[in-house]
């Protein structure tokens, strides 16, 4: 038994000395696993605490765009921004903001709002619909430099097609005819084969005189321009998201977006009075919430 009692005697003291080597080391990588797990459970709580209340600020936002509230809508925005700006909530409600603001006759303020999202930290594909809508709006003031510039920015492949329509749609404003033809054909070609959307960058370059390649050409068929277009002007399809965009043409030049009595086409094409095309799933332009084009601008997205 003395034996025994030994050897358990040494293993103890066996124990204690790599304890004593190795006890801080191990206790310091126990301490800091918990404080990391502390740590994210905290984040995850402060999360979505915030994107609770920003969904609150949010929906005022968006009350208030339905209602052509602009002032509840501004308010709405101004708390949203300052203490939700990192949320999603926030591009969003900006670009909800920024019609309202246009069809109230404050295009500064929707330029402003439009540049904010551009310039904050908000998903890529909210700041690619930001850029076609302030181009929109540059256009609608004749600033046709600063359009195409904005235009120029680096952009995602899956949107070239309608930053290439948009590019047109500038140019012909601009007076630039046979630059415009060219971004008709370059926005065929990059556009899904299937896209009704097509049909009508393909009646805008018909209407110039141009003719699309042979595999960007879309069914004449189908190329049919919609309702309120008269021949030889040239069709302005709306921003992708389908708020402030020039999607209203009346002769021949490119005014404010139509929503009262408009409806949009396929891509977001809108004429004042007008209905939809074929294909098309009609949504008043600029309307709170309302979107058609390659992504989804003003859904709220998940908490």
Not at 49 to 69: G, P
Not at 80 to 107: C, P
Not at 205 to 220: F, H, I, Q, R, Y
């Amino acid at each position: 038994m003395a034996a025994y009692d030994l050897e358990e005697q040494e293993q103890l003291e066996d124990l204690k000395a790599w304890w004593k080597q190795w006890g801080n080391t191990i206790s310091g990588v126990i301490i800091a696993v918990c404080v990391g797990v502390i740590a994210v459970q905290g984040w995850r709580w402060w999360t979505a605490q915030q994107t609770e209340r920003a969904s609150v600020l949010y929906s005022a936002v968006a009350t208030a765009a339905r209602a052509n509230d602009v002032a509840k809508a501004k308010d709405a925005m101004t708390q949203l921004a300052d203490k939700y700006g990192s949320t999603a909530y926030a591009a969003r409600a900006s670009l909800l903001l920024a019609a309202t603001l246009h069809e109230a006759g404050d295009k500064a303020g929707a330029k402003a709002q439009l540049a904010s999202v551009i310039d904050r930290d908000s998903e890529p594909e909210l700041k690619e619909i930001a850029r076609l809508r302030l181009a929109a709006l540059l256009m609608d003031d004749k600033q046709y430099d600063e359009a195409l510039r904005t235009l120029d920015a680096r952009h995602d492949e899956a949107f070239a097609g309608v930053y290439a329509d948009m590019r047109g749609d500038v140019l012909v404003a601009a007076g630039r005819n046979a630059e415009a033809r060219t971004a008709y054909q370059t926005a065929l070609a990059r556009l899904d084969p299937k896209s009704p959307y097509r049909n009508y960058v393909q009646v805008k370059l018909d209407t110039l005189g141009g003719a699309a390649t042979a595999d960007a050409a879309a069914p004449s068929s189908a190329a049919v321009a919609p309702a309120g277009a008269s021949a030889g002007t040239p069709l302005q399809p709306g921003a992708t998201g389908g708020i402030a965009s020039p999607a209203a043409v009346t002769g021949g030049s490119a005014s404010a977006p139509a929503r009262t009595g408009g409806t949009a086409s396929t891509g977001g094409t809108a004429s004042t009075g007008g209905t939809a095309s074929t294909g098309g799933t009609a949504s008043p332009t600029g309307g709170s919430g309302g979107s058609s084009g390659p992504a989804t601008s003003n859904a709220a997205p998940k908490k």
